[in-house]
């Protein structure tokens, strides 16, 4: 493997050829960009090889997301960069934490985790609304997430994002089938707003995306999907930190969750750690 000089110099040029003018205003406005065409062929292939691996052989992690009566399938699974070659290479070699870095307007980019989202044809399970960051164990503004699928995805399966609200508040998590309180105590944050009641009062943002397109965004820009009825969604999620990112310990389990981090790392440490690499710095 090339060092992390050579690497970032390669990633930067390849970037160049794909992002546009404005885009590093665009996801700080907004909280969300499409990058078209950042993976290559290569990448395609090795991200597709790395989740069929996964899904032959799931981690203790992995859960099914769909309920038993869904006619579809959709399966979810985070922290396999170590074990699974093909993920690793895409996640260090690829121009995706470069990306990240420009938007985040970062000088350094760590690796937080990947993240393996299937649906399979006639999956009716939506996505519901959510933001990503009050799941985690950080705080930090300096955060993103990369949303690469390997399958095209029609504009009625895609992920939606509702511009701006990256810029907070925080709102409570919930579990997606239950809807229950499981991490914030209940009361303790907000409630997300009803966007299906009305859709035409938030500003909804979504693409059309080919295998090479990534969309990135930040973790707490609230975003939804819909189900995977015209084929499958093969889907790989990785989530990069940025310079203000702290260890922020939470008295519930996290998803996902890093046992034996709390012992290691104190509570308000940047996550300099053999689990969160770096993956891209500036020269």
């Known amino acids: 493997m090339p060092n992390l000089h050579e690497r970032t110099n390669d990633q930067v040029e390849r970037l160049a050829e794909v992002f546009g003018p404005r885009v590093i205003e665009d996801f ?40 038993p009566e869904d006619p579809g399938y959709f399966i979810e699974d985070f922290c396999n960069w170590q074990h699974i070659d093909a993920y690793r290479d895409v996640i260090f070699n690829s121009p995706a934490a470069a990306a990240a ?43 993103c997430s990369m949303w690469a ?19 907070g508040p925080w709102l409570m998590p919930r579990s997606f089938m239950s809807n229950e309180a499981k991490w914030f105590p209940e009361g303790s944050l907000s409630d997300l707003p009803d966007i299906e009641a009305d859709r035409s009062a938030f500003d909804i943002l979504g693409w059309e995306l080919e295998p090479g397109d ?41 998803s996902p969750s890093f046992p034996g981090l709390e012992a290691a790392l104190p509570a308000g440490a940047p996550l300099d750690h053999p689990m969160f690499p770096i993956l891209w710095a500036v020269s």
């Open 214 to 254: 990534v969309v990135f965004f930040h973790m707490l820009t609230l975003h939804a999907a819909g189900g995977a009825r015209s084929g499958r969604r093969r889907v790989l999620s990785v989530r990069f930190l940025g310079d203000d990112v702290r260890h922020a310990p939470r008295q519930w389990k996290t």
């Open 149 to 167: 699928p390997m399958d095209p995805v029609p504009r009625a399966a895609t992920l939606e994002f509702v511009a701006g609200t990256h810029k």
């Open 28 to 67: 700080r406005r907004d909280g969300v960009v499409c990058v078209r065409g950042l993976l290559n062929a290569q990448e395609i292939e090795r991200c597709r090889a790395g989740i069929d691996e996964n899904m032959a052989h799931p981690s203790e992690r992995a859960k099914v997301a769909s309920r």
């Open 101 to 143: 870095g420009l938007l985040m307007g970062s000088q350094t980019v760590r690796l937080y985790h990947d993240h393996l989202l299937v649906k399979e044809p006639n999956t009716r399970q939506k996505t519901p609304w959510h933001q990503d960051q009050p799941y985690y164990n950080i705080d930090g503004f300096q955060n």
